[in-house]
């Protein structure tokens, strides 16, 4: 069931957005949670992540679990793509639960990438409120969690939180507050004015941090890679409408900045997930099929001339239906598929 509701941007912005500092009083949302009879997920999904990882879990854990008087997480999950390096035995010293992604309903195969993933998650997390947070923040405090559960505690009506925040952005030795978000200025916001002004008014919308109740996120479908942020925000939107998500300000977050490379790659992928939206709810129509194939300029020095090549490199993002619609899952939590609900 797809809802037509169209809510004012500008209004939206102004009423659905928050501080993470108003709720800062753990203890009030505990109570609240506790009364409420809620289970809250924190999921952190990981590639080769073993230099910040266990930093992260101890922060989280030592404040939000073995506090018992602040316990506002029952558990802390890291579900991994296959990393070859430390990363599960620093996840695991430092008191997460791990698992491997290809581990997982594995008779489902397995999709190298973030979106896998979290959709993944669903089927391990045993929460009514999942949190999914990045695992390489070098500023990883409670606020993180308690800052998106807050309004989804607090609030009956919001059902999905996302994060916004300062992102200072490394150039040479020195440390610039503002730069980060490169793809998010250059490419979503862009495309979000021209073809989906409902969405206009996320800060931050490719941020790693955000969450929501899990009758909504096992509703939607995943891409497996890194336009999962892109097809959530369009997908929440449409079948759930603007009023039932909201944006809140952490402040400021430092992690490690991608190159110029990576991001095109990024972007690609991203590109890739936002036509085939659009194309579905004839936004922009494209009558070819989707290129999932980027071709990527080289530049090589080699004495005093530098070289170019061409190469072709796949990008694929693989779409995983909503997780109510498999067996295991419904299952497993004793739901029904999404169409018999509604």
């Not at 558990?75 to 491997?100: L, P, Q, R």
């Not at 594995?106 to 999709?111: A, Q």
């Not at 071709?295 to 993002?317: A, C, G, Q």
Request: net charge positive; proline share 4%; with cysteine.
């Amino acid at each position: 069931m797809i809802l037509e509701i169209t809510v004012n941007v500008d209004e939206w912005f102004g009423k659905n957005r928050y501080k993470a500092d108003s709720f800062s009083d753990v203890k009030k949302l505990v109570k609240l949670k506790n009364d409420q009879k809620k289970i809250i997920s924190c999921i952190i999904p990981t590639l080769n992540e073993a230099e910040t990882i266990g930093k992260v879990v101890s922060e989280l854990k030592s404040k939000l679990i073995d506090n018992k008087k602040k316990k506002l997480l029952d558990e802390i999950i890291v579900v991994d793509s296959g990393s070859t390096d430390n990363t599960k035995e620093e996840a695991e010293k430092a008191g997460a639960i791990f698992y491997n992604s290809g581990k997982i309903m594995n008779k489902y195969g397995f999709k190298r990438g973030k979106g896998e993933n979290l959709w993944k998650s669903l089927y391990v997390a045993k929460g009514d409120i999942i949190v999914w947070v990045d695992a390489d923040i070098k500023n990883m405090s409670p606020k993180f969690i308690y800052g998106l559960v807050g309004p989804l505690l607090t609030n009956k009506k919001i059902s999905f939180t996302k994060a916004f925040y300062q992102r200072p952005i490394k150039v040479g030795k020195e440390l610039r507050p503002l730069g980060g978000g490169r793809v998010t200025e250059l490419l979503i916001r862009p495309l979000f004015n021209m073809y989906f002004p409902q969405l206009s008014g996320f800060i931050q919308p490719l941020s790693g941090e955000y969450a929501g109740r899990r009758e909504i996120l096992e509703k939607i479908p995943f891409f497996t890679g890194y336009g999962v942020e892109t097809a959530m925000l369009i997908d929440i939107e449409k079948k759930f409408g603007l009023e039932k998500m909201a944006q809140v300000d952490l402040i400021k977050r430092i992690h490690r900045n991608q190159s110029l490379q990576n991001l095109s790659n990024m972007s690609f992928g991203i590109l890739q997930v936002f036509a085939r939206r659009a194309n579905t709810l004839g936004k922009l129509i494209q009558v070819q099929k989707i290129k999932k194939t980027y071709r990527v300029i080289e530049s090589k020095k080699e004495k005093s001339k530098i070289s170019y090549t061409l190469r072709k490199k796949p990008i694929t993002e693989i779409q995983r239906p909503p997780i109510i619609t498999i067996t295991e899952y419904r299952k497993k939590f004793k739901k029904f598929p999404s169409w018999l609900e509604a």
